[in-house]
């Protein structure tokens, strides 16, 4: 399934880019050493020449040069860059490469298997793929996942602020330096927290980077946005069934978003998505469950990624809930009775 391949690709980016993060500074692609006070950049040192200015070796129009070049210029290409991305894509670095959120998305799918939610705020459980129960040993899985998604957080900070060697090799022989412990200790104590129990929060309000994303992707009505075929929104109806209530029917794209999103509604409810796509891929699982159960052939999901004029008329709907719109026309056919739908498949189904 299409769907299916584009999570795949998803997976892959973000083990790629989680893996750069992790040894950018131990081969000097980026980090600022504290000691020499220095940038590192490309394993070369990254240097705006006030030293060279501070010592007579060259001239001040020269340094000012030195300053564009290598100051200024570089950071409005590369923000310029990440936000031109932003604008016409959405938050897709989020959903495709931030190494929070790949931790955010693995963390709650161990929280899952403990109670059966992908959050501990939330009021709604989402079933376990082939119809697993949670079970209370993920707990402590979910606690030391937390631990030690915080540590390596922690000292990999540390890393892009001290040489690794030293970081690592202090760990590692014992002889870290009290400052060192201590700046270990609280931060990877801290990231433990949020990702225990603010992650969803701190995705959607508390980074700086996210929420600029957001910003600029909300100010264009022709950015990429998860556009919904509201003509067919009868199709919704018996999407999968509830957890808790297994004769209601609830939806399979809200049950999927990591960022606990409601899909269907239009763009100005949606500032946190990260165009992950999991609610399409859901949407399109769902969809050809009930064609199969209905006997049906060539099914096109309901959600699907709109971009240009049609996510600007996507944009430009009014807000209309949800419920609402997933409620049959009043000339529709009686509905199908209740049933309980087949769980999804576990080769493919998403933590
Ligand atoms: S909001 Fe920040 S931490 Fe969360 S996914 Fe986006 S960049 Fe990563
Ligand atoms: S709404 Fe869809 S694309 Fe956006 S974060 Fe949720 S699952 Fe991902």
Excluded at 3 to 24: C, E, H, K, T, V
Excluded at 91 to 111: D, K
Aim: proline share 7%; with cysteine.
């Amino acid at each position: 399934m299409a769907a299916d391949r584009l999570q795949q690709w998803r997976r892959l980016s973000q083990a790629g880019f989680m893996l750069l993060f992790l040894i950018a500074p131990a081969v000097d692609l980026l980090r600022f050493d504290l000691h020499e006070r220095q940038l590192w950049l490309f394993g070369q040192p990254w240097s705006l020449g006030l030293s060279d200015l501070q010592a007579g070796r060259v001239g001040v129009s020269h340094t000012v040069l030195t300053l564009l070049t290598h100051g200024l210029l570089p950071l409005l290409l590369l923000v310029g860059g990440f936000l031109a991305v932003a604008w016409r894509q959405g938050r897709l670095y989020c959903g495709w490469l931030c190494p929070h959120f790949s931790l955010v998305e693995a963390i709650n799918a161990v929280l899952q298997r403990a109670c059966g939610r992908l959050s501990l705020w939330d009021r709604t459980p989402v079933p376990l793929a082939g119809g697993r129960h949670p079970q209370r040993r993920w707990w402590v899985v979910y606690g030391l996942a937390c631990v030690l998604a915080g540590t390596a957080w922690g000292i990999t900070l540390l890393c892009y602020l001290l040489p690794p060697a030293e970081v690592w090799g202090g760990l590692l022989h014992g002889s870290s330096t009290p400052g060192q412990l201590r700046f270990i200790v609280i931060a990877s104590g801290v990231f433990a927290l949020e990702f225990a129990l603010a992650r969803h929060l701190f995705c959607r309000y508390g980074c700086a980077v996210g929420l600029f994303q957001s910003l600029v992707w909300m100010a264009n009505p022709r950015a990429r946005v998860v556009g919904f075929a509201r003509e067919r929104a009868a199709h919704c109806r018996g999407c999968v069934p509830d957890a808790t209530r297994p004769t209601v029917q609830a939806s399979a794209c809200e049950q999927a978003c990591p960022m606990r999103l409601t899909p269907r509604q239009t763009k100005r409810w949606m500032f946190a998505c990260v165009q992950c796509g999991r609610c399409l891929t859901a949407c399109d699982r769902a969809q050809h469950t009930r064609a199969a159960l209905e006997g049906g052939v060539g099914v096109t999901p309901l959600l699907q990624w709109t971009v240009g004029s049609d996510a600007f008329r996507e944009s430009l709907r009014q807000r209309r809930p949800v419920a609402a719109v997933a409620a049959p026309p009043a000339a529709a056919p009686a509905p199908t009775p209740a049933r309980t739908l087949p769980p999804p498949d576990p080769k493919t189904e998403e933590s």
